[in-house]
């Protein structure tokens, strides 16, 4: 998701001419006739228009099990929102916070798919959350592993208590430490398939919030 030069050189050189990859590509842009090499898609969409594309498409497979024909984007609107919600709070140029979102909505299509009957709540993020993170003034590159953490605080010890803990300096380590074991269990359970997912550990190496 990052929008730096190494984001653009790791599609490039890892992913861009994939079978794979070019199959579903021509799904995101069907409606683009001619070439899909690089530059043209660029050129054409920019990209944050090639991104959207691209997550819009897997979506749609998690959601349905197949790809569609062609992209509407309607089932990333969610995703923007919350992208621009909490922009503020995160430096640009990574799009972490899009990652995270994505991220939610795809483990939703896939609970969703594989239990029909279950009752399942369609927000990214509860607005008592997002409001949490929004307050942190600081920036941080990890607004994903800050979202995942202000998420499971919420949903485990209140907004309120979260707050006043903060309020008083606390780090991750003192909230972590209000936590039942369960509780533990269960956050450090979504941390790992998160960080698994997205190949990323660096949320094991430091411990402040």
């Given at each position: 998701?990052?929008?730096?030069?190494?984001?653009y050189?790791?599609?490039?050189?890892?992913?861009?001419?994939?079978?794979?990859?070019?199959?579903?590509?021509?799904?995101?842009?069907a409606?683009?006739?001619?070439s899909?090499?690089?530059?043209?898609?660029?050129?054409?969409?920019?990209?944050?228009?090639?991104?959207?594309?691209?997550?819009?498409?897997?979506?749609?497979?998690?959601?349905?099990?197949?790809?569609?024909?062609?992209?509407?984007l309607?089932?990333?609107?969610?995703?923007?929102?919350?992208?621009?919600?909490?922009?503020?709070?995160?430096?640009?140029?990574?799009?972490?916070?899009?990652?995270?979102?994505?991220?939610?909505?795809?483990?939703?299509?896939?609970?969703k798919?594989?239990?029909?009957?279950?009752?399942?709540?369609?927000?990214?993020?509860?607005?008592?959350?997002?409001?949490?993170?929004?307050?942190f003034s600081?920036?941080?590159?990890?607004?994903?592993?800050?979202?995942?953490?202000?998420?499971?605080?919420?949903?485990?010890?209140?907004?309120?208590?979260?707050?006043q803990?903060?309020?008083?300096?606390?780090?991750?380590?003192?909230?972590?430490?209000?936590?039942?074991?369960?509780?533990?269990?269960?956050?450090?359970?979504?941390?790992?398939s998160?960080?698994?997912?997205?190949?990323?550990?660096?949320?094991?190496?430091?411990?402040?919030?």
């Amino acid at each position: 998701m990052q929008t730096t030069g190494s984001g653009y050189q790791f599609l490039r050189k890892n992913l861009w001419d994939k079978p794979h990859f070019q199959a579903i590509l021509s799904r995101a842009c069907a409606d683009i006739k001619g070439s899909l090499s690089f530059e043209r898609i660029i050129n054409s969409l920019g990209w944050y228009g090639l991104r959207d594309r691209l997550a819009s498409t897997y979506l749609y497979h998690q959601e349905h099990g197949y790809y569609p024909d062609i992209v509407l984007l309607k089932n990333i609107e969610d995703i923007l929102h919350f992208e621009e919600e909490i922009k503020n709070q995160t430096l640009e140029g990574y799009g972490r916070h899009f990652l995270y979102a994505f991220y939610i909505k795809m483990n939703l299509y896939y609970i969703k798919r594989t239990n029909p009957k279950g009752t399942y709540h369609n927000h990214l993020m509860s607005k008592s959350s997002i409001e949490v993170v929004k307050s942190f003034s600081r920036k941080t590159i990890d607004i994903d592993w800050l979202c995942m953490s202000i998420h499971h605080f919420v949903e485990y010890l209140g907004e309120d208590k979260l707050r006043q803990v903060l309020a008083e300096g606390g780090s991750y380590k003192e909230l972590y430490k209000l936590l039942s074991e369960p509780q533990r269990y269960s956050i450090n359970e979504n941390f790992l398939s998160y960080a698994s997912s997205i190949r990323d550990d660096s949320p094991f190496l430091f411990a402040q919030v």
